[in-house]
């Protein structure tokens, strides 16, 4: 069983910086990409950034120089520093991570956190 657990979220206001953290643990064996998704309400969720294993990174181009994502292999653990944030930033935010279990180490599944609120205020 792999968990993600994120954490970070809040109520900011324009302008402001918020920084994401997402911890995955469990039986892992080895975790290729996580990313960051988000979703708004009455929107479809979309992604935000996401990160190799050899640490290379794409962005949403809504997000390209204000949010950075960076990942911690030892620790499992995916990060999303949140710069100038704008009020269309606000969504809920969904860690995501490919990962190899323990168990069946020849195949990937994709894991998905509970969600952290992030509210941008104008």
């Known amino acids: 069983q792999v968990q993600l657990v994120e954490s970070g979220g809040g109520l900011v206001q324009a302008g402001g910086s918020l920084r994401l953290s997402c911890a995955a643990s469990?039986?892992?064996?080895?975790?290729?990409?996580m990313g960051w998704y988000r979703q708004a309400p009455g929107k479809q969720r979309e992604l935000v950034a996401v990160?190799?294993?050899?640490?290379?990174?794409n962005y949403a181009d809504s997000v390209k120089g204000r949010f950075t994502i960076s990942r911690d292999n030892a620790k499992n653990m995916v990060y999303l520093q949140m710069n100038s944030l704008k009020p269309e930033d606000t969504a809920v935010y969904y860690c995501?991570?490919?990962?190899?279990?323990?168990?069946?180490?020849?195949?990937?599944?994709?894991?998905w956190g509970q969600g952290t609120q992030v509210t941008v205020s104008s």
């Open positions: 995501n991570a490919q990962v190899r279990p323990r168990s069946v180490s020849y195949s990937i599944f994709g894991y």
């Open positions: 469990g039986s892992i064996f080895s975790i290729n990409a």
């Open positions: 990160i190799s294993s050899g640490e290379s990174t």
